[in-house]
C-alpha cells in the first residue's frame, strides 16, 4: 500500500511559523515521524511540499495509479481552492485532510473547507498528531475492500 503526502503552502516554515500555533517541530521532523508510523504501519509513504496551487494539482493528478490514497494539509489553501478540490475528486483516489491547528476554533475564513466534501476523512487540532491520526484512518479505510469515497 502507498500514501501520498501533500503538505500545502508556508508548512516549509514550519518550526519557525508561529510556533503558539503550530507548535516547534519542522517539516523534515514531521516526515521522519510519518515514515515511523508508516514503518509500523507496514506501508510505503511519499512526503510532498509546495507553496504553490498548481504544482499540488499536478502533483495530485499524477497520483492516480501510482498510489493508494492521500493524506493533505492544504494549508491555505483549504479555504480558498475549488481547483485542489476538483483534483481529488477527479483522481477519486482516497483522501484525508489533515491540519495541525483546531481550525474551527480559530477566525471565521478558516472555518470553512473546500476540501472536507471530498475528502474520506478530515482531522484538525491534534498538533503534529494529527498527520499520524490521519494515517492510521486512511490505512485502516484502505483495508476495507472496496473502499471510495463518499460524493
Ligand atoms: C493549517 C490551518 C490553515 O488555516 C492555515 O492556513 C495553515 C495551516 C493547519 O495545519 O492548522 O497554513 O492547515
Redesign the pocket.
Known amino acids: 500500500m502507498k500514501i501520498l503526502v501533500i503538505h500545502?503552502?508556508?508548512?516549509n516554515l514550519l518550526g519557525k511559523r508561529e510556533p503558539e500555533i503550530?507548535g516547534k517541530t519542522t517539516l523534515e521532523e514531521i516526515n521522519s515521524l510519518i515514515r515511523k508510523e508508516a514503518k509500523a504501519l507496514r506501508v510505503q509513504v511519499e512526503s510532498f511540499q509546495s507553496n504553490s496551487e498548481g504544482e499540488i494539482v499536478s502533483k495530485i493528478q499524477d497520483a492516480t495509479k501510482r498510489y493508494d490514497g492521500l493524506i493533505i494539509?492544504?494549508?491555505?489553501y483549504?479555504?480558498t481552492s475549488v481547483a485542489i478540490r476538483d483534483a481529488i475528486s477527479s483522481t477519486g483516489i482516497p483522501t484525508v485532510e489533515v491540519?495541525?491547528?483546531n481550525?474551527y476554533r480559530?477566525e471565521e475564513f478558516?472555518q470553512k473547507s473546500f476540501i472536507s466534501p471530498v475528502a474520506s476523512g478530515v482531522i484538525?487540532g491534534f498538533g503534529v498528531y494529527s498527520y499520524i491520526l490521519g494515517l492510521r484512518g486512511l490505512v485502516s479505510q484502505l483495508k476495507k475492500s472496496n473502499y471510495s469515497v463518499p460524493h
Open positions: 500545502g503552502p508556508n508548512l503550530y494539509n492544504p494549508a491555505a483549504t479555504h491540519h495541525i491547528s481550525v480559530r478558516r484538525s
